[in-house]
């Protein structure tokens, strides 16, 4: 006696069903992938306008602290923290399409400053990001050479 395998062949392909299925399982797939690329993007955008921002406030300090002592004066308008026209120095620069505003104050002698003969020097760039207002802030403590 002679065994024969019987092998039954499916040769019917996919259904309908299952084809949308598929489709159904990859377009829910690339969306997801999609999201990612927008969340990203918008990450991007906001790091670089902080690196701008921060470039800018840098720039404004290094010409600030290579300002002899007696010139860095507060004119007394505001508070250490103030910006735009309330500020000891302010001005509008645009990097990249984004209008940034850069404002400088000195604050002398203490509670802002860390002794009597030191001046602080704060810079804050301020920009306006979707529907809310971004700040970058550095400060420095500048000592009186002739103390």
């Given at each position: 006696m002679t065994m024969r395998k019987h092998v039954r062949l499916n040769n019917k392909g996919f259904s309908i069903i299952e084809v949308l299925v598929g489709l159904t399982i990859f377009a829910i797939g690339i969306l997801a992938l999609a999201k990612v690329q927008i969340v990203s993007l918008k990450g991007n955008s906001q790091s670089r306008q902080i690196t701008e921002a921060s470039y800018l406030a840098q720039s404004r300090m290094e010409v600030l602290t290579r300002l002899p002592y007696d010139?860095?004066?507060?004119?007394?308008?505001?508070?250490?923290?103030?910006?735009?026209?309330?500020?000891?120095?302010?001005?509008?620069?645009?990097?990249?399409?984004?209008?940034?505003?850069?404002?400088?104050?000195?604050?002398?002698?203490?509670?802002?400053?860390?002794?009597?003969n030191m001046k602080m020097i704060r810079v804050i760039v301020n920009w306006q990001e979707g529907g809310s207002q971004k700040a970058v802030t550095l400060d420095y403590a500048h000592a009186d050479p002739n103390f």
């Open positions: 010139d860095l004066v507060d004119d007394g308008s505001g508070t250490i923290n103030s910006t735009g026209v309330n500020a000891d120095g302010s001005e509008q620069l645009s990097v990249t399409g984004k209008t940034y505003q850069v404002s400088w104050n000195i604050a002398d002698g203490t509670p802002d400053a860390p002794a009597d």
